[in-house]
Nanobody, 125 residues
Framework: VQLQASGGGLVQAGDSLRLSCAAS????????IAWFRQAPGKQREFVAA????????YYGDFVKGRFTISRDNAQNAVYLQMSSLKPEDTAVYYC???????????????????WGQGTLVTVSS
């Protein structure tokens, strides 16, 4: 499977942005798909995930209702709608996929087998 992340850009604080993660090679339907982010000099951080085919979604503590992850099985894609963006949200955002995660590992970047190339989000103050 190949993942292609897109949608990043330069926005102002308070703006919204939607990131896309398109998959090719196989269906995403049964997989856990997550978004992580990595700011310069920092570790990769869990942002959000949609768990297998359940439709359930999970978020990092810092999200506080500002982001929404969604899945479109017909388009074989996952999206991250971000609103009320802050300068501290500036990072490269990556989508990741795994089929064999245990639930307790969902927030651990090292547990994901497949990664997109990342898309840069820059939020100016």
């Amino acid at each position: 499977v190949q993942l292609q992340a897109s949608g990043g850009g330069l926005v102002q604080a308070g703006d919204s942005l939607r990131l896309s993660c398109a998959a090719s090679g196989r269906s995403l339907r049964m997989s856990t798909i997550a978004w992580f982010r990595q700011a310069p000099g920092k570790q990769r951080e869990f942002v959000a995930a949609t768990w297998r085919s359940t439709g359930r979604t999970y978020y990092g503590d810092f999200v506080k209702g500002r982001f929404t992850i969604s899945r479109d099985n017909a388009q074989n894609a996952v999206y991250l709608q971000m609103s009320s963006l802050k300068p501290e949200d500036t990072a490269v955002y990556y989508c990741a996929l795994d089929d064999h995660l245990i639930f307790s590992s969902m927030r651990q970047a090292g547990e994901y087998d497949y990664w997109g190339q990342g898309t840069l989000v820059t939020v100016s103050s």
